[in-house]
């Protein structure tokens, strides 16, 4: 059974720092493109990182360069996004994906809030 779950949500201050987690199981983690995508208050869900399976390189949306950074940890089964210099507009849930040719799989979301 697939299982993406992530975790490390919550509310944080204009300036502040997350780090947000998902643990993917059931499926050969090392062989997907594991994304994280957000989802405001009424706007569509949009693609924020992405980290691809060989060599692991990055792309992000320009909303978040440099202030966020996407890893993975394939002995871990894991993926992360660290968020660093937050934002009110980066208030949204936070879903995990994880994208191979044939398959498409999604985590139930974290809620992360940026509000002083």
């Known amino acids: 059974q697939v299982q993406l779950v992530e975790s490390g949500g919550g509310l944080v201050q204009p300036g502040g720092s997350l780090r947000l987690s998902c643990a993917a199981s059931?499926?050969?983690?090392?062989?997907?493109?594991m994304n994280w995508y957000r989802q405001a208050p009424g706007k569509e869900r949009e693609l924020v990182a992405t980290i691809f399976s060989a060599y692991g390189s990055t792309k992000y949306a320009d909303s978040v360069k440099g202030r966020f950074t996407i890893s993975r940890d394939n002995a871990k089964n894991s993926v992360y996004l660290q968020m660093n210099s937050l934002k009110p507009e980066d208030t949204a849930v936070y879903y995990c994906n994880a994208r191979s040719a044939a398959s498409l799989y999604w985590g139930q979301g974290t809620q992360v809030t940026v509000s002083s």
């Open positions: 059931g499926f050969t983690f090392s062989t997907y493109a």
